[in-house]
């Protein structure tokens, strides 16, 4: 079995987790409450999510973090699980602009955080 590595997404409302779980079920996904100190305002309608990196979930990813944006660039804080258990904040840098689908720039920066090959992040 591969070695699994999940992302960690913070300030997530009930539409974006609506969005999500269209694409990726509950096997790659799963939603929380957030955390007390990361609820904004006193939202108490914040979620977090954690998602199994793959090659799919990385694409459904790529267009949540697109959607809606008219930038040439988008960056997202996540923090990332890797299989050896560590967990590292980065942001994610998604240009529109670039030859390579957001996946692929979403998988390449997981891997060079992880310090992993990239093969090791999509499971090729």
């Not at 409450?33 to 090659?55: K, Y």
Request: glycine share 6%; hydrophobic share 40%.
């Amino acid at each position: 079995m591969q070695a699994q590595f999940r992302l960690h997404l913070d300030h997530l409302t009930r539409l974006d987790q609506l969005e999500l779980t269209k694409h990726l079920t509950g096997e790659q996904i799963r939603f929380t409450p957030a955390s007390t100190d990361s609820r904004m305002h006193g939202d108490l309608g914040l979620l977090a999510a954690a998602v199994i990196v793959s090659l799919p979930a990385l694409h459904v990813l790529g267009l949540y973090l697109l959607r809606g944006q008219s930038e040439d660039h988008i960056e997202r804080t996540v923090e990332v699980e890797c299989p050896d258990g560590s967990r590292l904040k980065t942001t994610i840098r998604i240009d529109r602009n670039s030859s390579q689908a957001p996946e692929e720039q979403i998988a390449a920066q997981l891997a060079k955080t992880c310090a992993v090959d990239v093969s090791k992040i999509v499971g090729a």
